[in-house]
């Protein structure tokens, strides 16, 4: 929307912190835009969270508010809480005053409940959108105040729950993996017909994957199998040999950029199983062998076990996976085209592809009331 241009709504979002709550808020922010170009989206967030430059670099409008970090579980620092909300939900409430605010959307976190509290006193209707399977304090609150409730994971325990799915992207949830294999393949410098592992553990990446892969380079080059790995940019100790002529690459970058194309470049991932990965490589039908975070309430784990029990891909504990592990199970997974695509199939059909879309009706509908 062009400044000075007539608004037909006015939306604000609220999910900043960590990518698990901000990818989601710019997919819908995509979608809403689609559907009408004159809907005004503003996004809040606080000084310390990837929104302060997520958000920008996708040109949307983005106001801090203080942040109120909390517990997981009630513990004696929810008592302290209150005091910290009360700022924070002033300043929301004068965001939302300043915007003429016809609905707030959250996605948990930092940001969410200061907003929810700030939309109810300012009589602005709320939609909930919760990525995990197990929902944080943040959400469990919103969803009680909302006038709709949108869930990614089928039977996630909140009040008026509706399965929607996780908004994506469109490069993700647009994505031909087999129309974009021999360009994506071709971009990381990898062989264009070999089966493909890609080993990611988010953004930072993980040292239980990194040392589990590089341990299993052999039997993965002696099975034939090349390897797509990000390491993370800071774990600069992580490499393998330089492959000898005519085997198999095992390609080693610090991060991707592109996530579309190291999807469209691999047969199996073997990742972490944060809400937005399970879901991404649900939708475009990449099945997985799903590491869980060790730590936090086992979230990951609930993320992953609807694919995994769908037959779409394969769960391993963080003390189980090992180079012997790779070896045993993902090795002749990979050298087995008719398993791998009865894993691919049943991953896609566990998957959601419109989620954006749908989220964006209710959101809709319920600004329009």
């Not at 009589?123 to 009680?144: D, K």
């Not at 993320?303 to 180079?323: Q, T």
């Amino acid at each position: 929307m062009s400044p000075g241009s007539p608004v037909s709504r006015s939306v604000v979002l609220a999910g900043g912190g960590t990518g698990g709550h901000i990818e989601p808020m710019l997919a819908l922010a995509d979608a809403l835009l689609r559907r009408d170009d004159a809907v005004r989206i503003t996004c809040l967030g606080t000084a310390r969270g990837l929104e302060t430059r997520l958000v920008p670099a996708r040109g949307y409008d983005l106001r801090l508010i203080p942040p109120v970090p909390l517990p997981r579980r009630p513990t004696v620092d929810l008592l302290r809480v209150p005091g910290r909300v009360w700022r924070s939900v002033a300043d929301t409430r004068a965001v939302l005053r300043e915007l003429s605010a016809d609905v707030v959307v959250g996605f948990g976190g930092y940001v969410a409940l200061p907003a929810y509290l700030a939309a109810r006193r300012e009589r602005v209707p709320v939609v909930v959108h919760e990525q995990n399977a197990l929902p944080g304090l943040a959400n469990r609150i919103g969803a009680r105040l909302a006038a709709r409730v949108a869930v990614t994971m089928p039977g996630t325990a909140l009040r008026g729950a509706e399965h929607v799915g996780m908004p994506l992207r469109t490069a993700i949830s647009t994505l031909d993996r087999a129309a974009r294999r021999a360009e994506a393949r071709a971009a990381f410098g990898l062989d264009a017909d070999r089966p493909t592992l890609l080993v990611f553990g988010g953004s930072q990446g993980a040292a239980s994957l990194n040392r589990a892969a590089v341990g299993a380079a052999d039997r993965l080059a002696a099975a034939g199998v090349q390897v797509l790995h990000a390491r993370g940019p800071k774990n600069t100790d992580v490499a393998v040999a330089a492959a000898a002529p005519g085997s198999p690459p095992y390609v080693v970058v610090d991060y991707l950029e592109r996530m579309d194309l190291a999807y469209a470049a691999a047969d199996l991932a073997l990742c972490r199983a944060g809400a937005v990965t399970v879901a991404e490589l649900s939708a475009v039908g990449l099945p997985a062998a799903f590491v869980p975070l060790p730590i936090g309430n086992g979230e990951q784990r609930r993320n992953a076990l609807p694919v995994v029990e769908a037959g779409g891909g394969l769960l391993v504990d963080d003390a189980g996976l090992s180079p012997a592990w790779i070896g045993d199970v993902v090795v002749p997974l990979l050298t087995d085209p008719g398993a791998l695509a009865g894993y691919a199939a049943r991953a896609a059909a566990a998957g959601a592809r419109d989620a954006d879309e749908r989220l964006a009706d209710i959101v809709l509908e319920v600004a329009e009331r």
